[in-house]
C-alpha cells in the first residue's frame, strides 16, 4: 500500500504573520493553558522549550492517539477526522459525525466546557445525547489536562473540512434522542476523572489508558441488554475485559490471563510488542484491532505500552474449568501424510492453508499465526475464523514492522471455496491438533455470513469450551453491538 498524497494536511502551524490571527488563537487557547497547567509543569523540558501553546496542541495530538479518535471519526477513503464511518447497530445505521474544527459542520463553536460534556457525558452542544457507540462511558474517567490538551488539537491542530454529517437509517420511533437520555442516566457512569501521569505508578497508568481514553472494554466487554457495557473496570467483575460480540465479523477476545481464550501465555513484553507492531511469535492482530494498531497503539510510548501490559497482566484470574489437553500430533501426522482420514475439512487445510499455517498449525513467526492453542481460533464464538476464511485479512504494516501481510479470502476467485467446505476446515481447525473448540459451524452459516455479512447465528457458538460464554454472549444473538467497519485492507492508518 502507498501513502496517499490527496489528502489535505491536518496538522497547522500556530506562527504566522497575521497578529491578529495570533492574538486570536492566544485567548481562546488560554482557558485550555491553564487547565492543563500541571501537566506542562511535570512535563519534560523540551516541551516548555518549544512554547506553551505548541507543547499543549502537540499533547492533545498524543491524546487524540491514545483515544483513537481518528478511526471512527474518518470514513472509509474519507478525510480524517471529518466522520461518515458506518456505525451498525440492531436497530439501523449511524455515521461518525465531522470533529474538525470547521464552524458549520464540525465542532468550531464548540467551547472547551462543551467539549468536555461532550467527551464525559456523551451531550452534544445542542442538548442532545450522544448515541453510545461514542464510548463516552470510557473518557468520563479523562483528566481535566488530556480533555483541555485534547481540545486545543482539535482546534489549532487539525484542518477544518466542511463536511455534512450523515444522517443515521434509525426509522422512527426509534430514532428519537430523547430515550438515549434516559439511557444514559440509567447506564452511563457518572464523570470520575483519573489523574496520572506519563512515567509515575505504571499499573494506575495502565488502567488509565485501558479504562479511559484506549477505552478497550468498548470493544472486549460483553454488553447487557440495554446495549450497556456490564463491567467499566475491574471492580465489575469477571465480565470486564472477558471478550465482546462480533465487530464488523471480528470478535473482540478477551483480555483477561485465561490461558485458553484469553492472553494468560501472553508475557508483558508480548503486550508490549502486539500493540506496537501488530505481531508477535503466537499472534497477529486481525479485524478491528488492526485499525487500533495501525492509527493509535503503535504510536504510543514504550512508557504508556509498559502500563497498558502491566495493568493486564495484574487482573485477577477468572476461573475457568479443568481441559483436558489433546494430542496434537494426531491431526499433525495426518495432514502430513496426506492422509485426511476422510475428513473434508483436513483435505480443504492440506491444499489451502498449510503452505503458510504448517502441517502442525504452528505458523511463522510474525508473518503467519499459528492455529494450534490459538484463543482467536478456540473462542466460544466461530465468527472470526469463519470470516477469515471467507473475506481474507491483512495484518497492518507499522514503523517498526513496515510490511503488510494479506491473507486471501476464499469466498470468490480462482481458489473460491463452497460453503460445505469452508465449513469443515473452520471446524478441522477449531478441533484440530491441541484445540477442543465446537466444530459445530454449518454451511448455512457461512452462506449468510457471505451473502449477508452477518455474523454467524448464536446457535453457531451457544456451547463454552471455557465457561466464558456465560459472560460473554449477548443476550439477543451475535449481532448485539456496536459495530463500526473496519478500515484494515481498504484505508492505511494514517
Excluded at 509498559?306 to 495432514?335: E, G, H, M, N
Aim: aromatic share 8%.
Amino acid at each position: 500500500m502507498s501513502r496517499r498524497s490527496d489528502r489535505p494536511e491536518t496538522h497547522s502551524s500556530l506562527g504566522g504573520n497575521d497578529m491578529k490571527k495570533n492574538v486570536m488563537k492566544r485567548a481562546v487557547l488560554a482557558g485550555a493553558l491553564s487547565l492543563a497547567a500541571g501537566w506542562l509543569a511535570a512535563g519534560p523540558a523540551t516541551a516548555q522549550e518549544t512554547g506553551g501553546e505548541d507543547a499543549l496542541v502537540q499533547r492533545g495530538a498524543y491524546i487524540s492517539r491514545l483515544a483513537d479518535c481518528v478511526a471512527c471519526h474518518t470514513g472509509l477513503h474519507g478525510i480524517k477526522y471529518a466522520g461518515g464511518l458506518k456505525i451498525a447497530t440492531p436497530i439501523g445505521d449511524i455515521y461518525s459525525t465531522n470533529i474538525t474544527p470547521d464552524k458549520e459542520t464540525g465542532i468550531g463553536t464548540y467551547t472547551l466546557a462543551d467539549f468536555t460534556r461532550a467527551l464525559r457525558e456523551g451531550v452534544r452542544k445542542d442538548g442532545a445525547t450522544m448515541y453510545p457507540a461514542m464510548p463516552y462511558d470510557a473518557f468520563s474517567r479523562m483528566s481535566d489536562s488530556d480533555i483541555a490538551a485534547l481540545y486545543a488539537y482539535f482546534m489549532h491542530g487539525v484542518a477544518p473540512v466542511h463536511m455534512e454529517n450523515r444522517a443515521s437509517t434509525i426509522s422512527w420511533p426509534l430514532s428519537m434522542r430523547w430515550p438515549l437520555a434516559i439511557w444514559r442516566a440509567l447506564f452511563a457512569p457518572a464523570p470520575k476523572p483519573m489523574n496520572t501521569t506519563e512515567g509515575s505508578d505504571d499499573v494506575a497508568r495502565g488502567e488509565y489508558i485501558v479504562t479511559g481514553p484506549g477505552h478497550c472494554g468498548s470493544c472486549h466487554t460483553p454488553r447487557g441488554w440495554a446495549m450497556q457495557l456490564k463491567a467499566y473496570d475491574a471492580s465489575g467483575g469477571p465480565a470486564f475485559l472477558a471478550g465482546g460480540a462480533p465487530i464488523d465479523n471480528w470478535v473482540a477476545p478477551s483480555l483477561r490471563s485465561d490461558p485458553v481464550q484469553g492472553i494468560g501465555k501472553w508475557s508483558e513484553d508480548d503486550i508490549v510488542t502486539f500493540l506496537k507492531s501488530g505481531r508477535i511469535d503466537h499472534s497477529a492482530v486481525f479485524g478491528g484491532m488492526a485499525d487500533v494498531v495501525g492509527w493509535s497503539t503503535q504510536y504510543y510510548t514504550d512508557s504508556d505500552l509498559r502500563s497498558i501490559a502491566k495493568y493486564l497482566k495484574s487482573l485477577p484470574d477468572v476461573p475457568v474449568p479443568p481441559v483436558t489437553v489433546k494430542d496434537a500430533a494426531t491431526t499433525t501426522q495426518a495432514v502430513a501424510s496426506a492422509d485426511p482420514a476422510g475428513h473434508t475439512g483436513a483435505s480443504v487445510y492440506l491444499r489451502e492453508c498449510a503452505i503458510c499455517h504448517q502441517n502442525d498449525g504452528s505458523g511463522v513467526n510474525r508473518m503467519f499465526p499459528p492455529l494450534d492453542g490459538n484463543p482467536v481460533i478456540v473462542s466460544d464464538n466461530p465468527t472470526s475464523v469463519a470470516n477469515v476464511i471467507v473475506n481474507g485479512g491483512v495484518l497492518p504494516p507499522t514503523n517498526i514492522a513496515p510490511s503488510s501481510v494479506a491473507m486471501p479470502g476464499f469466498a470468490h476467485g480462482t481458489h473460491a471455496l463452497s460453503d460445505a467446505d469452508i465449513a469443515a476446515v473452520t471446524n478441522f481447525i477449531r478441533e484440530g491438533w491441541s484445540n477442543q473448540a465446537h466444530g459445530n459451524v454449518t454451511a448455512a452459516d457461512i452462506r449468510t455470513l457471505r451473502t449477508t455479512g452477518a455474523p454467524l447465528s448464536f446457535a453457531a457458538w451457544a456451547h463454552s469450551t471455557t465457561g466464558f460464554a456465560s459472560q460473554t454472549p449477548q443476550p439477543y444473538g451475535a449481532g448485539w453491538t456496536f459495530s463500526p467497519q473496519t478500515h484494515a485492507g481498504v484505508d492505511e492508518a494514517q
